[in-house]
């Protein structure tokens, strides 16, 4: 992906050719989107494997989420490896650029350090609720530093995705978007499983304000988060689609995270079967995006 200056590029700066960078010379548009959707993505799949984990602890459709997590970890993997080194299948070019590479190195690490306790619950066990809390906390290093290799991405799109300035962050956001659908399902049910409430209920309420706020900024416009009103008509109504989902869990949401509301087996997985709804509405959003970049 990114290029050192040589031969190549040399020869065509003298014959008048424009390179858009040399780092990302090879990098076509589309797949400038390809790397922002799918980077984006994991953020989501971090929590989506801690959120199938809890689930079948829970004892919570069990079998079919142990299922689902030993897929969510087969994805997690196969697109942290294409981000790295390139998959010609997912439309993913190698990475060559140092500082990216390292984080995706470190985040590889982090997963390595999940996937005894995700094992452990693929294989037929239960987490333990010493073991609990340790998931919750390993988790977050994997998020934030994914975080921050999206943003790193997106710095360089940016770059490249000139016809429209502000298309790699709304993609980053958006894709964001997915991934606080499956934290605030995790939150949930670490309330219902009362692993530290207290840290817990404020991560879900504050998860909760973000999604709202970014769901509005995305269709009206925010100009504090940078982003530009909604103009295709086509994602304003998908954008209105997610926000008839969002208007009947939000107030499920805001009771879980209320410490002193009793909350039900029955009411924790209503909560993550209607996050799920939203999260494949918004992955729709995501790729709508992703489709302007071509």
Known sequence: ML???????????????????ANFA?????????IMNLSGRQRMLSQK???EA?????????????????????????????????????????????????????????FDEMVPLLS????????????LPVLAKLNLPILTTMDSTVKMFE??????????????????LSGKQRMLTQKMSKEALLMYLKIDMVSNSKMLRDTASLFDRTLKGLKDGDSELGLPKAEDTGIISQLDLVGSFWSVV???????????????????????????????EMDKAVKMYEALSK
């Not at 689930?55 to 993997?77: D, V, Y």
């Not at 499920?252 to 996050?275: C, Q």
């Open 54 to 110: 809890l689930l079948a602890t829970s004892g919570i459709n069990a079998e079919e989420n142990r299922k689902n997590l030993k897929e969510t970890m087969n994805t997690f993997e196969k697109v942290l490896k294409g981000l790295r080194d390139g998959d010609a299948a997912l439309n993913l070019p190698a990475c060559e650029n140092e500082e990216i590479t390292a984080k995706l190195d470190k985040i590889n690490l982090l």
């Open 26 to 34: 090879a990098v076509s548009n589309e797949q400038w989107g390809v």
């Open 155 to 172: 710095q360089e799109a940016g770059k490249v995705l000139t016809k429209d300035p502000a298309l790699a962050l709304v993609i980053n």
């Open 3 to 21: 290029k050192k200056v040589g031969l190549v590029s040399l020869i065509l700066a003298l014959t008048g050719v424009t390179v858009i960078s």
């Open 120 to 131: 452990k619950v693929t294989e037929g066990g239960v987490l333990t609720p010493a073991e």
């Open 250 to 280: 939000k107030p499920l949401v805001e009771k879980t995270s209320n410490m002193d509301n009793y909350v039900s087996k029955e009411e924790a997985a209503a909560v993550v079967e209607l996050l799920s709804t939203i999260l494949k």
């Open 49 to 51: 494997m801690t959120k």
